[in-house]
């Protein structure tokens, strides 16, 4: 968290408590520590910081609603702000990415993997009979567009050792 004093007078002994009401945001760690922060000068709790996490059902693009409550002295103040949760972050060439390490999630594409092997009948496939650590390119019946960049082709490799 990053704090600006734009009130009148210097702070010495700056404490701060962070507080959220969603059932999305578990806060382990509510507290944090400024110490001296001179007016029209900015710090960040860099020695101190909340502990915050969003659970992994919080939907994408959800508001929270957060409260800094600041303290020193007889001085409190409470500085309201809002948080969007799960955001999909775009990229330059306009396509979305989220980034969720927590396993499955419910924005995750469903895929149905189908496996093609010589030595099957259903999905019998041809077989590149590639030696270790060859590379070979393969025309594709068609075309697809991936960040713009048309393609034609595949490019299949072996590796050893896995």
């Known amino acids: 968290m990053t704090l600006k004093n734009i009130g009148g007078l210097d702070f010495t002994d700056l404490s701060t408590t962070l507080a959220c009401s969603s059932a999305y945001i578990t806060i382990t760690d509510n507290s ?3 110490g001296s922060l001179a007016i029209d000068s900015t710090k960040e709790n860099t020695g101190d910081r909340y502990t915050v996490t969003a659970s992994g059902t919080t939907p994408y693009n959800t508001e929270v609603d957060f409260s800094l409550i600041t303290e020193e002295g007889g001085f409190h103040d409470t500085l ?8 999909s972050a775009p990229t330059d060439t306009g396509y979305y990415y989220a980034y969720f ?3 499955l999630h419910s924005q995750a594409p469903n895929f149905a993997w189908i496996a093609i092997d010589s ?3 259903t999905y019998p496939g041809t077989s590149l009979d ?3 650590n060859e590379i070979v390119q393969l ?3 068609f075309n697809f567009q991936y960040y713009g960049v048309d393609y034609d082709s595949i490019t299949v490799s072996s590796m050893d050792g896995l």
């Open 119 to 121: 030595t099957q009948s």
């Open 80 to 87: 309201d702000f809002t948080l969007i949760i799960g955001l």
């Open 101 to 103: 390490s927590g396993g």
């Open 130 to 132: 590639l030696d270790d």
């Open 32 to 34: 944090g520590y400024f």
């Open 139 to 141: 025309a594709l019946p």
